[in-house]
């Protein structure tokens, strides 16, 4: 039996499960826990949380923040105070700078006569809005075959409607976590194509500025991957995560809970580690 999901995307980012919709597709799999970890966002987390109150779900404050070292690396951040208002200063910031991308791409598309209304984007979107919600546009306008044909013909770097935004640096996404209370994990480190040398260098770098965990277990990582993962998290004396990075029908591949093709498992155990580290915190 599956026993948890620490990567949750909801309807709050680019997600096209509503919080609430996810909370209950858990238990109905049978989870006994969660984390919803919408990108620049906790909003995910708080809807979710009042329907896990509701019907007897537990879960997890989370977050997903998108920075840069070698290349893109992306930093969890779990057990974080969503109401910090030194993350939400933070957060206004990155969400502020994603409009104004938003809004390049939305100028660029209208100029080349597509009917795309960004105020009707906001509204059915919400305000952590990404390029895969534009990827969805194009398929809806008979542009793209799929999200993934979108990204590979339009929004994709260097395509078309590619636009760049700004990123944290990986100092400051690891401080504002740690500052809100929260555990920094490094997500899905095979994602960014680094070499033996170049992973050890980017955790240790990582852990000077508080990183306490790597997500070991993730949708499509062979139980080789993440025994590598699993090592390099017990070298180092840090905390294992695991989760799916579930988003609903844009990644259809992807299930809750069991990944892609079933071959995820994430033991209740990391979460109880996670928790009492969170606890540690909070007591310092
Ligand atoms: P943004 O942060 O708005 O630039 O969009 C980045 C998001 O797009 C990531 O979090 C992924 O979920 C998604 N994404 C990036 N590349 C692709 C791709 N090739 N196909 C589908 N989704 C992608
Ligand atoms: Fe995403
Ligand atoms: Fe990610
Ligand atoms: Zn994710």
Redesign the pocket.
């Known amino acids: 039996m599956r026993e948890i999901d620490l990567h949750i995307?909801t309807t709050e980012?680019?997600g096209t499960c509503t919080p609430a919709e996810v909370v209950h597709q858990a238990k109905k799999i049978g989870l006994r826990a969660i984390a919803v970890t919408d990108?620049d966002t906790a909003a995910g987390f708080r809807a979710a949380a009042a329907e896990g109150e509701r019907c007897g779900m537990e879960v997890i404050p989370g977050i997903e923040i998108s920075t840069t070292f070698f290349g893109p690396v992306h930093i969890l951040g779990y057990c974080i105070d969503p109401s910090s208002t030194e993350l939400e200063q933070v957060l206004d910031w990155v969400l502020r700078d994603r409009d104004e991308r938003n809004r390049r791409i939305a100028r660029r598309m209208q100029a080349d006569g597509l009917p795309v209304d960004y105020e009707e984007m906001r509204a059915r979107f919400g305000s952590a809005i990404?390029r895969?919600h534009f990827a969805e546009i194009l398929v809806e306008l008979g542009l793209a075959e799929s999200v993934k044909d979108a990204f590979d013909r339009f929004v994709e770097k260097g395509r078309r409607y590619y636009e760049p935004r700004h990123f944290l640096s990986l100092e400051r996404a690891l401080w504002i976590i740690s500052r809100s209370g929260g555990i920094p994990v490094l997500a899905h480190p095979f994602q960014y194509r680094l070499d033996d040398d170049r992973l050890r260098e980017l955790i240790e770098h990582a852990m000077v500025y508080g990183l306490k965990g790597v997500e070991c277990s993730y949708s499509g990582y062979s139980a080789g991957q993440s025994g590598y993962l699993l090592s390099l998290a017990d070298q180092y004396g840090l905390l294992t995560t695991g989760g799916s990075d579930f988003?609903g029908a844009v990644k259809p591949h992807i299930s809750l809970g069991s990944g892609i093709g079933g071959t995820l498992e994430v033991p209740y155990s990391c979460l109880e580690e996670l928790r009492a580290a969170a606890d540690k915190v909070k007591q310092q």
Do not use: V
């Open positions: 995307h980012s680019d990108h990404g895969p988003h």
